[in-house]
């Protein structure tokens, strides 16, 4: 095997592996996409599989321009979510020590503590 034997092979390597993600990037484009019918998810799957290199080139001149939209949303939506449960946890868990003095009187006034216990908690939240 020669130098450009082993060239070529990093080439087509290399172009095989770029277009094995674009077309997993425009499947999940595909399916994405709430505004295309299933009908036409169905039609731009089949024609994939088909014609893939020119059903590629065909989606990316059509359908191009609004991926990279539908992708921001995507993942504004996924930071929103990840935030809310942030905001959900943190809000639970901590509050500062008042509202963790707060929830071990209530714990005590409900008997699920003993007096001993809600000392021991509230010196830690006052710590």
Do not use: N
């Not at 094995?20 to 019918?37: A, G, P, V, W, Y």
């Not at 009908?39 to 990279?68: C, D, E, H, N, T």
């Amino acid at each position: 095997m020669s130098f450009w034997d082993v060239l070529w092979f990093i080439l087509i390597s290399y172009v095989f592996i770029a277009y094995l993600m674009l077309l997993f990037h425009i499947i999940t484009d595909i399916f994405r996409d709430k505004e295309l019918s299933g009908w036409g998810k169905a039609g731009w799957s089949i024609f994939l599989v088909l014609l893939p290199l020119l059903a590629s080139l065909i989606y990316l001149i059509s359908r191009g321009a609004s991926m990279a939209r539908r992708q921001q949303e995507w993942v504004d939506r996924q930071i929103a979510a990840q935030d809310d449960r942030i905001r959900a946890v943190a809000g639970t868990s901590g509050g500062g020590a008042a509202s963790q003095v707060a929830e071990a009187k209530a714990l005590l006034d409900s008997g699920a503590i003993t007096q001993a216990e809600y000392e021991t908690l509230k010196q830690k939240a006052l710590a």
